[in-house]
Every structure is written in C-alpha cells, then in structure tokens.
C-alpha cells in the first residue's frame, strides 16, 4: 500500500496510493481505535480536492456502518471549522485533506477529539477493506462557527478602512471572511481571489508561498496603503501575510503583529504559517488570525 505516514494521519497519491480501498481500511482502522477508546461520535470532512466529497461518503459511511454516530460536514470545509465542529460536538475527527500538497496528492487527518491528533503508530489497519456501510448525518455548522468567529475577533478591526485581499487558491476557505465581515459590519473592502473550490488549485500548488502567489503579489506591488494581503493553503489552516509592495511579512513578525492585537491572551505560532489561539478552538484559525491583523496593519 503506497499510502505514507504523518504526525497525523496518512498521505498518498490519488488513484496510486490513495484509492477508495486503501480510504476504506484507514477509516476502519480508525474506527476501531475509537471503539478501544470508548469514543462513540465522529465529524468527516473534506477538502476541495478530486473526489473528496465522495471519498469522505465513504469513509462515513464505513464508521456509520461500525455503529458509530457519525456526522459530515456539508460541502468543502475549512480546517477550522472542522475543529469547531469537535469541540462543539465533544467527537473525534476524520478529515479529508493533501494541506500543502500538489492536486495529485489526497491524504487524510485523524483526531481523537478536538485538539488531539492521532499518529498512525497507534492505530491497526485491517487486510481488506469492510463491505458494510451504514448511514451518517449531514452536518452544517457554518453560521454557528462564523458566529463564533465573529464573538472571537472583537472590536480590533471596527471603522478601520482600506482594500483587503484574500487568495484562497481555490481551496476550502473561500467564503469564510466574507461571511464574517458581514457579521462585524466591517467597513474596509474585502475582494477574494480563486474563491471557488478548484480540485486542481487554479495551477498552483496550495501552498501560501510566494511562487504559488503570482496574482495577489502582483495587485499588493501596485496597491496604495491602506492594504494588506492573505493567502492561505490547501485545507485553510495556513496564513501568509503580504504587505503593500509585495512584501511577505515573516511570520516571527506575524505574531508580534498578534501578540500586539491580543494584549493578554495567548498566540501560538509552528514557524510554519499556523496559529493557534487556544481560548478560541483547539485547532488553528488563520481566519482570527487574519481579523485580528487587520486591525494593526491597516
């Protein structure tokens, strides 16, 4: 099986390694573990990437199928609103994603409960894949996380104004912030790039790099201040920062940025464009973290 191991899951190339079969096993695996450790309940979600809906049907139903309350999560979902899913329902995670990966690559991220992933040391995959399925509910908790979003930001962005860019390219975040700007009645201009889900990333590779950033790094060389640009990955867990002329602000910086927003509450940044805000979800938010910035940087 030419599926690889991560810290926190599994990772292969679509129709190589990561076929319906291999999918099917990982989730039986994973359901058994959930079985060992007593947990009933589960959310599934899934990325923009080819098959991904159908994949995460499947996977559902395969724990649906294992008598386990399974529940999945409507349409592509960014990672923090899976996150928010798990905390609200006190359930263990199976989500759909390649994150930073070519479109070629699909993988999947496990979680015992909110904020507790599972490496795949600690689960047995069974030979075949099962042949029983049974049923999942259709879960959407959108508004409710935006809602929460919204009660999380504060006040930092209010009245401020300016041009605000942001380059899903083509993954699970678009329509986030729209949606939350509505909700703070925030006055500065949001314009989205490759908002649509796009299995094949708009030809980049979904990785917040500036490579992978021709069109946002373009428009932010030319904007006049006051403006600041957002990019995320593949499953909308990653933020990259760009500033008016181009330049991408270093992530050390990012969090002063944060830290500065924050006063007394805490931010934790990987080094690698992820932040945490542990009084807000378990997982990362580059959404908050992307509010809270607004209110520093324009």
Same mark, same amino acid.
């Given at each position: 099986m030419?599926l690889?191991?991560?810290?926190?899951?599994f990772?292969? !190339?679509i129709?190589?390694? *990561?076929? *319906?079969a291999? =999918?099917?096993r990982?989730a039986a695996g994973?359901g058994?573990?959930? !079985?060992a450790e007593? +947990?009933r309940?589960?959310?599934?979600?899934?990325?923009?990437? *080819?098959?991904?809906?159908? /994949?995460?049907?499947?996977a559902?139903? +395969?724990l649906?199928? /294992?008598?386990l309350?399974t529940?999945?999560l409507?349409?592509?979902?960014p990672?923090?609103?899976?996150g928010f899913?798990l905390?609200?329902?006190?359930?263990?995670g199976?989500?759909?994603?390649?994150?930073r990966k070519?479109? $070629?690559?699909?993988?999947v991220?496990?979680?015992l409960?909110?904020?507790k992933?599972?490496?795949p040391?600690? /689960?047995?995959?069974?030979q075949?894949?099962?042949?029983?399925?049974?049923?999942?509910?259709?879960?959407?908790?959108k508004?409710?996380?935006l809602?929460h979003?919204?009660?999380s930001t504060?006040?930092?962005a209010?009245g401020?104004?300016g041009?605000v860019?942001?380059?899903t390219?083509?993954?699970a975040?678009?329509?986030?912030?729209p949606?939350v700007?509505?909700?703070l009645?925030?006055e500065?201009e949001?314009?989205e790039?490759?908002? =649509?889900p796009?299995?094949?990333?708009?030809?980049?590779d979904?990785d917040?790099?500036?490579?992978?950033?021709?069109?946002l790094?373009?428009? /932010? $060389?030319?904007v006049?201040?006051?403006?600041v640009?957002?990019a995320l990955d593949?499953?909308?867990?990653r933020l990259a920062?760009?500033?008016?002329g181009?330049?991408?602000?270093p992530?050390d910086?990012?969090?002063?940025?944060l830290e500065?927003?924050?006063?007394?509450?805490?931010?934790q940044?990987?080094?690698?464009?992820?932040?945490?805000?542990p009084w807000h979800?378990?997982?990362?938010?580059?959404?908050l973290a992307?509010l809270?910035l607004?209110?520093?940087?324009l």
């Amino acid at each position: 099986m030419e599926l690889y191991s991560t810290q926190d899951g599994f990772l292969g !190339e679509i129709a190589k390694g *990561f076929t *319906f079969a291999h =999918l099917a096993r990982v989730a039986a695996g994973f359901g058994a573990r959930l !079985e060992a450790e007593g +947990i009933r309940r589960v959310v599934v979600a899934h990325d923009t990437r *080819f098959l991904a809906q159908e /994949m995460a049907e499947e996977a559902a139903g +395969i724990l649906g199928g /294992m008598g386990l309350e399974t529940f999945l999560l409507k349409g592509p979902s960014p990672f923090p609103l899976f996150g928010f899913a798990l905390k609200e329902l006190e359930a263990a995670g199976f989500y759909l994603t390649a994150s930073r990966k070519p479109a $070629r690559y699909q993988g999947v991220k496990l979680r015992l409960g909110p904020g507790k992933p599972l490496s795949p040391e600690g /689960m047995a995959l069974p030979q075949e894949a099962p042949q029983k399925r049974g049923s999942f509910q259709v879960l959407d908790r959108k508004k409710a996380y935006l809602e929460h979003l919204a009660q999380s930001t504060g006040q930092g962005a209010q009245g401020k104004k300016g041009v605000v860019y942001l380059d899903t390219l083509g993954g699970a975040g678009g329509g986030v912030l729209p949606g939350v700007f509505k909700l703070l009645g925030l006055e500065a201009e949001l314009r989205e790039l490759h908002p =649509l889900p796009h299995p094949l990333f708009y030809g980049v590779d979904p990785d917040p790099k500036p490579e992978n950033l021709p069109t946002l790094l373009a428009l /932010m $060389r030319a904007v006049e201040p006051p403006a600041v640009g957002f990019a995320l990955d593949g499953d909308a867990d990653r933020l990259a920062v760009v500033l008016p002329g181009g330049e991408v602000l270093p992530q050390d910086q990012v969090v002063k940025v944060l830290e500065g927003a924050l006063e007394e509450k805490e931010v934790q940044g990987d080094g690698q464009g992820s932040y945490l805000f542990p009084w807000h979800l378990p997982e990362p938010d580059p959404f908050l973290a992307a509010l809270l910035l607004l209110g520093k940087l324009l």
